[in-house]
């Protein structure tokens, strides 16, 4: 499946910034949702009805519903499943790590970002795994201005999760957003430094470090959505949607929600 119908970045302008940042807080607060209802016992499909419903209530469209067959507002991918994860009936169980990706349109302008979350009782090794890849994407982040190019993206990231022993998915990039979901420029998880477009004000992607415990390599199951690792070990996805604005980062989306949310539980 080719996402990406442009061969050109579509620069945005302040304005059009402006709508992004509003469908970005939509998917935000959708996220901050989900973490109040994410647990033991509770299913994938719960939360995906449930965060179209909230979605819908902002009056904004879910981003991933119907887009390219897809037939649900919320990609929910457990343990080995790195994203694309198709919401089940299957109760989450404990021990379980879950990225919960969700899109949402306001205006035309689409929002997309993903967290990683923790249910129960997750083994140290993986609750390190989440947060090397948290890491990996601020990280991302920083290198995303006026002074440098593409690629120093993925370098950044690469650097920090392979330094910790960990493969960084080839087969998935992020990705340029904006009216559509997936834009021009691809923003590979890893790169040489000093190689790629240059980064320009008006620049709106999503930095989306999917990182795994074991090999890069990945394998797509056959409902032609979820994408595991080939090694059956688990892995992490954390995104944001990112401006360029006066030659730096201005990140549109916020895991502020989420984060409250987890502190109440």
């Keep these: 499946m080719?996402?990406?119908?442009?061969n050109m970045i579509i620069y945005k302008t302040p304005e059009e910034i402006e709508i992004?940042?509003?469908a970005a807080l939509?998917?935000?607060r959708t996220l901050g949702k989900v973490a109040e209802e994410i647990k033991i016992g509770v299913t994938p499909k719960y939360l995906d009805k449930m965060a179209e419903d909230y979605i819908r209530s902002q009056k904004a469209i879910p981003g991933f519903l119907g887009l390219y067959g897809c037939p649900s507002t919320l990609l929910i991918s457990v343990n080995e499943q790195v994203v694309h994860g198709l919401p089940t009936?299957?109760?989450?169980?404990?021990?379980?790590?879950?990225?919960?990706d969700c899109g949402a349109i306001v205006d035309g302008f689409y929002g997309d970002h993903a967290y990683t979350f923790e249910?129960?009782?997750v083994k140290p090794e993986v609750s390190k795994l989440l947060q090397v890849t948290k890491e990996c994407l601020y990280l991302g982040i920083e290198q995303c201005n006026t002074s440098n190019r593409i690629e120093d993206i993925g370098f950044a990231i690469q650097q920090h999760a392979e330094k910790h022993g960990y493969g960084v998915v080839r087969d998935l990039v992020g990705h340029g957003l904006g009216r559509s979901l997936h834009e021009d420029?691809?923003?590979p998880n890893y790169g040489r430094r000093g190689r790629g477009k240059k980064i320009q004000n008006g620049l709106t992607i999503a930095i989306e470090p999917m990182i795994n415990m074991g090999t890069e390599k990945v394998l797509q199951l056959d409902d032609k959505w979820t994408i595991v690792t080939a090694d059956g070990l688990p892995s992490a996805h954390f995104e944001h949607n990112v401006a360029v604005v006066d030659g730096k980062a201005l990140i549109l989306?916020?895991?502020?929600?989420i984060e409250k949310a987890l502190a109440e539980k």
């Design 119 to 121: 249910i129960g009782n």
């Design 20 to 22: 992004m940042r509003e």
């Design 185 to 187: 420029p691809q923003v």
């Design 89 to 100: 009936d299957k109760p989450l169980e404990d021990g379980d790590v879950v990225s919960v």
């Design 26 to 28: 939509v998917v935000s």
């Design 2 to 6: 080719n996402l990406f119908k442009r």
């Design 253 to 257: 989306s916020t895991f502020d929600f």
